[in-house]
């Protein structure tokens, strides 16, 4: 797919390889982005506690991963039939007390392995509007359709985003020196803002996040946002909600992405994981015909050399 006016990209000189260990957190973007390391058979972890939205959100959890938080009855609510944490989201919640805790604990083990662990950190940042419960004064993650009369809204300034985002790449820093922090800025547009609102937002992520990378190390940008709204700049390029990209424009970030930040060397094997699941993915015509049974055999075949020197790869 060629467009006029391309957003640049730099090829990175740190790629991703299938040696690489990735930890995608933030919007619902990054799970579109996870969803093609999935396919692709990257190792790959996206959100344990589920899609957070914002940069404090974001640094919070990254926080309590860092000191390995244990959460507690005094973190979690009941509501509406569920136990619900402001700070992860409603994906996350459980009609069992216990099962809450012990999967939001599970989420900081997880998260504080892969801290010292991961090769490259893609964090995607969706909004700056946040809500503020209203009794504790603390910012959440997620409402929980809590009624909107026990939080107030207000938007993070620059300086705040900044904050954050230093705060996280520290954070990194202090267990894993020398993983890359790949920073995005989600293209999904939260209308429900305003329309005025949302470019409010964006703006404020971008002049944040832009601010603190000037001051780090081992920190990138990729440019989501910019090739959807300048490069794409069509709104057949969303989802019939006119908010998400559609697999379109995914398919089409997910293809400049490569060009920068995956390696060369793997393109072989991953055309050959993605020819394997098509192939995976066929239904024949006849089950137990002679043909259908030497298709398989050739398929696990190739699988079987495939796993010779990528013995983590997993197929079904």
Known sequence: MQFTTPVPVIKSNFPIS?????????SCFAVNMAEKFDHFQFR??????????HPQALERFMQSASEKKSFTETDIFYHNERWHCFDAHSD?????????LTNLNNAIVLTHDYLKTASHFIITLGTAWVYRKSDSGNLVANCHKVPQREFSKEVLGVDDISRSICHIVELISQHNPNAQTIFT?????????????????KSHLLA??????????NCHYFPSYEIVMDELRDYRFYAPDMIHPNQVAIDYIW????????SENVS?????????????????????????????????????????????????
Not at 18 to 26: E, R, V
């Open 18 to 26: 299938y040696d690489s260990k990735i930890f995608s957190l933030g």
């Open 44 to 53: 790959n972890e996206v959100n344990p506690l589920g899609i957070l939205f």
């Open 92 to 100: 996350v919640s459980h009609s069992d007390k216990e099962t809450l």
């Open 185 to 201: 800025v989600s293209p999904v547009r939260h209308i429900k803002d305003g329309f005025a609102e949302n470019q409010r937002s």
């Open 208 to 217: 944040g996040l832009h601010s603190a990378l000037e001051n780090t190390g």
């Open 255 to 262: 293809e400049k992405f490569v060009s920068c930040w995956i």
């Open 268 to 316: 072989a094997d991953m055309n050959e994981v993605d020819a394997i699941r098509k192939a995976l993915a066929h239904k024949p015509f006849n089950p137990d015909s002679e043909q259908h049974r030497k298709f398989v055999s050739a398929v696990e075949n190739r699988i079987r050399k495939l796993r010779e020197r990528l013995p983590f790869l997993g197929f079904s």
